[in-house]
């Protein structure tokens, strides 16, 4: 299932000069980048490759390679002998494991082996001490090793689409990492508290598994602007997630929340708060601080009141109550429509 509303982030691709040599036989055209006469750059998205080519080993100056989308099933061990390789895209193949000699590539910052057919990930993979983006959505891995924590510098991480027992606790060891972290559609219970070191990171997908629960220690990643949690199987949100006053949107369709606490009122940052299919009996009236928020979805809950501070939120567009069993309509909807936001029963 793709992650919704937000699309995954791409993995630079750096500008090289026009060829300035000749370029290989084995190549796609036009798929060698030069310069000064020296291969830089490999470029073959979709090209249809089944294996790459013995020759690519002996292309030392080699920074770029983007191989999205052929049809490789393996990567060779002769791949770490290209030290200055910064990029390497490998995304929709159909690579079952990665090398050992993956680990040389000690100048790598950016790799993406999205959408293999990976169930592990080498240990070798942890001593790429440079990487800023790490991609391995979409595979069957069910297990990452402790080593995850000493990949420092990383910006963004995806594991998304995995079969993830559990998030080691290490994923708190990553103080860098701010832009994105999809752990979305695996399967754990938990996730560790260690999550809540890191108070930079902007992103946080914990969408499609089967958490009861969000960690207190999840009020200390101050950082966050989105938080989607939705589809799980959540009964009660802590009350520290009042501190997270930076948030933007928070996702939590297909719950099994009952009641909000009233910390809620503190996301004075709040735009964007679905709560679409959750048991919800009643609103806590700190929603009515939420000033900055623009759409609040209650659609399918339980509610049988709302609270009359709703009326006054000054940015609220869009209240959808649809499919709610009200004994007479709340008294917030005339106001809020009489001032053109959009209220659906």
């Not at 090289?16 to 998205?45: I, K, Y």
């Not at 494991?97 to 942890?126: C, I, K, Y």
């Not at 009350?239 to 910390?263: D, S």
């Not at 004075?268 to 679409?276: E, F, G, P, Q």
Request: hydrophobic share 40%; with cysteine; aromatic share 4%.
């Amino acid at each position: 299932m793709p992650d919704l509303g937000v699309p995954r982030p791409g993995v630079p691709r750096p500008g090289v000069p026009r060829p300035g040599g000749s370029e290989p036989q084995w190549a796609p055209a036009g798929g060698v980048r030069f310069a000064g006469g020296v291969p830089v750059a490999l470029v073959a998205p979709g090209a249809g490759l089944a294996s790459l080519p013995a020759a690519v080993g002996d292309l030392a100056a080699l920074r770029h390679i983007d191989l999205d989308g052929n049809a490789l099933t393996t990567l060779p061990g002769w791949i770490g002998s290209l030290e200055r390789l910064r990029v390497l895209l490998l995304y929709g193949n159909r690579i079952a494991a990665l090398p050992p000699g993956l680990g040389r590539l000690t100048s790598l910052e950016h790799l993406s082996a999205g959408r293999n057919a990976l169930t592990a990930v080498p240990d070798a993979l942890w001593r790429l001490s440079r990487l800023r983006s790490l991609n391995l959505a979409e595979n069957e891995i069910a297990d990452l090793p402790p080593g995850l924590g000493r990949l420092r510098e990383l910006r963004m991480l995806d594991l998304g689409h995995n079969r993830l027992r559990e998030v080691p606790a290490e994923i708190g060891d990553l103080p860098r990492l701010t832009d994105y972290l999809y752990l979305s559609d695996n399967g754990f219970t938990s996730v560790p508290a260690s999550l809540g070191r890191l108070d930079r990171l902007g992103y946080l997908n914990l969408a499609d598994n089967r958490l009861a629960a969000l960690p207190e220690t999840i009020g200390g990643m101050t950082g966050l602007h989105e938080l989607r949690a939705h589809d799980n199987r959540l009964t009660t949100l802590p009350e520290t997630i009042g501190r997270l006053t930076g948030l933007r949107e928070l996702h939590l369709r297909n719950n099994r929340l009952a009641a909000l606490p009233e910390a809620i009122g503190g996301l004075r940052a709040l735009r964007h708060l679905d709560l679409r299919g959750n048991p919800l009996e009643r609103l806590p009236d700190s929603v009515a601080g939420l000033t900055e928020l623009t759409h609040l979805d209650l659609r399918a809950t339980r509610l049988s009141t709302l609270p009359g501070g709703l009326a006054e939120l000054p940015r609220l567009e869009k209240l959808d109550l649809r499919w709610i069993k009200f004994d007479e309509v709340p008294a917030c909807v005339r106001p809020l429509r009489e001032r053109g936001c959009v209220v659906l029963l």
